[in-house]
């Protein structure tokens, strides 16, 4: 059965780290380009970040430049997103997506995925 299953939010103090994982299973992530996405309450759901699978590139949303850093690990099947120097405004259910590329580079737009995990939440507060 294909299916993405997110874990590793939670409550955190701002200025503080989570590490979430997003887990495969029924497919191997290392052929799909994989997007980490966030939606707060009564928003639209954006883009967080993505990495290829072509090449290994990463595209960030500017709002988590330099604070936020995705990575893979094919023989877990499982790619990560570490969070770091966390604000309340980062506050959202996340979610992490895969579509099947094989020479095309990620992008963090929600329709170019078409595979979705259930979200995990995470909430910056003190």
């Known amino acids: 059965q294909f299916q993405l299953v997110e874990s590793g939010g939670g409550l955190v103090q701002p200025g503080g780290s989570l590490r979430l994982s997003c887990a495969a299973s029924?497919?191997?992530?290392?052929?799909?380009?994989i997007g980490w996405f966030r939606q707060a309450p009564g928003k639209e759901r954006e883009g967080v970040s993505c990495i290829s699978r072509s090449d290994g590139s990463t595209v960030y949303a500017d709002s988590v430049k330099g604070r936020f850093t995705i990575s893979r690990d094919n023989v877990k099947n499982t790619v990560y997103l570490q969070m770091n120097s966390l604000k309340p405004e980062d506050t959202a259910v996340y979610y992490c997506?895969?579509?099947?590329?094989?020479?095309?580079?990620?992008?963090?737009?929600?329709?170019?995925?078409?595979?979705w995990g259930q979200g995990t939440q995470v909430t910056v507060s003190s």
């Open positions: 029924g497919f191997t992530l290392d052929y799909y380009n």
């Open positions: 997506a895969a579509v099947f590329k094989r020479f095309v580079r990620c992008i963090i737009s929600p329709g170019a995925y078409n595979y």
